[in-house]
């Protein structure tokens, strides 16, 4: 799965991971991909993400995405937005400061180049 725009990926990976697909899922991801998580620590690399989409899939995890904002120039673009995610025994999450950097490839598809998907750590 590729995405042509900035705007389809939120989109596609959401309904990846919701339909358990992981291989549609960690297509949509550069090979050096990071994560950020809420204490800053980075997932880093296609592998470890994949590691970390297993586990929502693996949880049964449901998504729904929301860009409140699209900021492209050239190869990259930056998007903000509301991160919804549900887990069966787990309170509902919601996030409404997510942040992604996409970057367009050598192929013209554009991929999750950094994700923050509770915003970026506060000091």
Same mark, same amino acid.
């Given at each position: &799965?590729?995405?042509g ?10 309904? @990846?991971?919701?339909?358990?697909d992981?291989?549609?899922? $960690?297509? $949509?991801w550069?090979?050096?991909a @990071? ?5 800053g620590a980075?997932?880093?690399g296609?592998? @470890?993400? %994949?590691g970390?989409?297993q ?10 995405? %929301?860009?409140?904002?699209? =900021?492209?120039?050239g190869?990259?673009?930056? @998007?903000?937005g509301?991160?919804r &995610? ?6 509902? =999450?919601?996030g409404?400061?997510?942040?992604v950097? =996409? ?12 994700d923050?998907?509770w915003?970026?750590p506060?000091d």
């Amino acid at each position: &799965m590729v995405a042509g725009t900035p705007e389809e990926i939120s989109e596609a990976f959401a309904a @990846a991971i919701n339909a358990g697909d992981i291989e549609a899922a $960690l297509a $949509l991801w550069s090979e050096d991909a @990071a994560i950020v998580g809420p204490d800053g620590a980075m997932v880093r690399g296609r592998e @470890a993400v %994949e590691g970390v989409l297993q586990t929502l899939i693996g949880n049964g995890a449901s998504v729904h995405i %929301e860009l409140t904002g699209l =900021y492209a120039a050239g190869d990259a673009a930056l @998007a903000t937005g509301t991160l919804r &995610m549900s887990v069966p025994g787990h309170e509902p =999450y919601q996030g409404d400061s997510s942040i992604v950097l =996409y970057a367009r490839g050598a192929d013209g598809s554009w991929r999750v180049a950094i994700d923050a998907p509770w915003g970026l750590p506060r000091d």
